[in-house]
């Protein structure tokens, strides 16, 4: 009892690249291949249908320089924004977290006083940090370039 092996079959697929022509269908020719287990049967030839050139796509033209600045720097401004929307909410929970252990919650208002109090000598403090940092880039780049301007 031995298998065998089926026939194979031509697969057509018909592809439209273009409304206005059609691509036609390839002709099948039936020919007769002599097979060690199968002596007779006919295998179907392809011939290959026309080539049909597809439609041209439309390209993207490309931004200019100015366009990808201006969106490059709003996109860093809104990262910026996030970044320090994000470093406020922290300070908040942080400060509000330290008031809390310190002073209890028994009194609100004595909490949000102390609170207020606290954000100003922080506030207070990063700004003379800050000026602290301008001082010293003003330095490195008189070391490095020269006087400044």
Same mark, same amino acid.
């Given at each position: 009892?031995?298998?065998?092996?089926?026939d194979?079959?031509?697969?057509? +697929?018909?592809? /439209?690249?273009?409304?206005t !022509? %059609? =691509? &036609?269908? #390839? @002709? *099948?020719? $039936? +020919?007769k291949? /002599?097979?060690?287990?199968? !002596? %007779? =049967? &006919?295998? #179907? @030839? *392809?011939? $290959?249908?026309?080539? /049909?050139?597809?439609?041209p796509e439309? =390209?993207?033209?490309?931004?200019?320089?100015?366009?990808?600045?201006?969106?490059?720097?709003?996109?860093?401004?809104?990262?910026?924004?996030?970044?320090?929307?994000?470093?406020?909410?922290?300070?908040?929970?942080?400060?509000?977290?330290?008031?809390?252990?310190?002073?209890?919650?028994?009194?609100?208002?004595?909490?949000?006083?102390?609170?207020?109090?606290?954000?100003?000598?922080?506030?207070?403090?990063?700004?003379?940090?800050?000026?602290?940092?301008?001082?010293?880039?003003?330095?490195?780049?008189?070391?490095?370039?020269?006087?400044?301007?």
């Amino acid at each position: 009892q031995e298998k065998k092996p089926k026939d194979p079959k031509p697969v057509v +697929t018909k592809e /439209v690249f273009s409304t206005t !022509k %059609a =691509t &036609p269908e #390839p @002709e *099948v020719s $039936p +020919t007769k291949e /002599v097979s060690p287990t199968n !002596k %007779a =049967t &006919p295998t #179907p @030839e *392809v011939t $290959p249908a026309p080539e /049909v050139t597809p439609t041209p796509e439309v =390209t993207r033209v490309k931004q200019s320089l100015g366009n990808r600045l201006k969106w490059f720097l709003i996109k860093l401004l809104f990262k910026l924004l996030l970044q320090s929307l994000m470093l406020f909410i922290l300070a908040a929970i942080v400060l509000g977290s330290y008031e809390v252990v310190v002073h209890g919650l028994d009194n609100p208002e004595l909490l949000l006083e102390a609170a207020k109090e606290d954000t100003l000598f922080l506030a207070e403090f990063v700004g003379e940090k800050a000026l602290i940092l301008v001082d010293l880039l003003k330095l490195m780049k008189i070391k490095f370039y020269g006087q400044v301007m």
